[in-house]
């Protein structure tokens, strides 16, 4: 299908699904607040009894702070409630919740839908991509930070945890001054969490719990916005000739979940319909999703997003991402032919 008849064609057809249900955006806020908090009273119970319990109850806990960021995300793009206070209200809250902050988020996410597979627009709340020219390029210092920044164990692990807890808690001036407040407005809603459940449980078992709940969340929901991008088969392209709907549907993947994991991730995984509108509600994606064949494209799936761990590069020669294998591959051609 032609770039112009493609983009009519979804045009057409994601208005229908662009209108916030009231009720389901409360009930679905209740519900996953609700287990959320459950979560924290089984948890804090199951301090007395075993803390492998406790662990075990954080993954849950878990899942449902994936849950609320969905709600958070939703609120950014103004999709969740029809009104914009009520959207900006309930994202600041989940916001707290899941330790970032409401306002300078929504606006690096904004750019990131604007520029996802803009080779010329990398940079702004994306996963940092070199190519294979400009890594070639790159002094060892900055290939040293970059092979650090793509090893798995800092990317998933590690550097999950750094980014909600610490480097979201630090405003940045290259924001307007309500991106930089609601910052501080954060920062001040954790310290109240903070202080008023060490008041009531203790700082130790406040952190015994907090920690693996925002740790296990925040590698979850890295490793779900790395698979929606960075994938076998994904579109990126120079400024120039970047299509906005090729980087919807070519550019973001339809990750196809068990049906509970999709229900935690908030129906993320049809990310393609996504960035095509987000202003549809995360509830109506599937129901989009199946009633519209022009959307049913080709699934990722848990197996085969495990691939996407190896890729570290853009190739621009060949159009994909490659790992750093393919620089050995490169480099033993080229001593082959100017052999």
């Not at 130790?204 to 076998?232: C, D, N, R, T």
Request: hydrophobic share 45%.
């Amino acid at each position: 299908m032609e770039t112009n008849s493609m983009q009519k064609a979804w045009r057409s057809i994601v208005t229908k699904y662009q209108q916030p249900d009231t009720r389901r955006s409360i009930w679905q806020l209740v519900n996953s607040l609700g287990l959320y908090i459950i979560a924290w009273v089984l948890m804090i119970l199951s301090l007395e009894i075993s803390y492998w319990l406790t662990l075990a109850l954080s993954v849950f806990a878990a899942g449902m702070a994936v849950r609320l960021f969905i709600i958070f995300h939703d609120c950014g793009h103004g999709s969740f409630f029809r009104s914009s206070k009520a959207n900006h209200v309930v994202g600041t809250i989940t916001g707290i919740l899941v330790f970032t902050p409401y306002f300078l988020w929504r606006q690096s996410h904004a750019i990131h839908h604007a520029t996802a597979g803009n080779l010329d627009k990398r940079g702004v709340g994306d996963v940092w991509t070199m190519t294979v020219e400009e890594y070639l390029a790159a002094s060892k210092l900055k290939r040293f930070v970059y092979r650090g920044y793509r090893n798995p164990l800092l990317m998933f692990i590690i550097g999950p945890v750094v980014m909600f807890v610490i480097s979201q808690r630090i405003p940045t001036r290259k924001y307007k001054r309500r991106e930089q407040n609601s910052v501080h407005w954060a920062n001040l809603g954790i310290a109240v969490i903070a202080t008023a459940m060490s008041l009531l449980i203790g700082f130790k078992s406040y952190v015994m719990i907090q920690l693996p709940v925002i740790w296990i969340a925040a590698s979850v929901g890295v490793w779900l916005f790395y698979v929606q991008h960075q994938y076998e088969g994904v579109y990126w392209e120079r400024g120039g000739e970047w299509d906005f709907s090729k980087a919807g549907l070519e550019g973001s993947s339809f990750y196809k979940l068990p049906v509970l994991l999709q229900w935690f991730s908030g129906n993320i995984g049809f990310h393609h319909i996504h960035h095509l509108s987000p202003r549809i509600p995360n509830y109506k994606l599937e129901e989009c999703h199946k009633e519209n064949p022009l959307f049913q494209i080709e699934p990722v799936d848990l197996r085969t997003s495990l691939k996407s761990i190896h890729f570290r590069l853009w190739d621009e020669a060949s159009g994909q991402l490659v790992s750093f294998r393919f620089l050995k591959n490169l480099k033993n051609k080229q001593i082959t032919v100017g052999g």
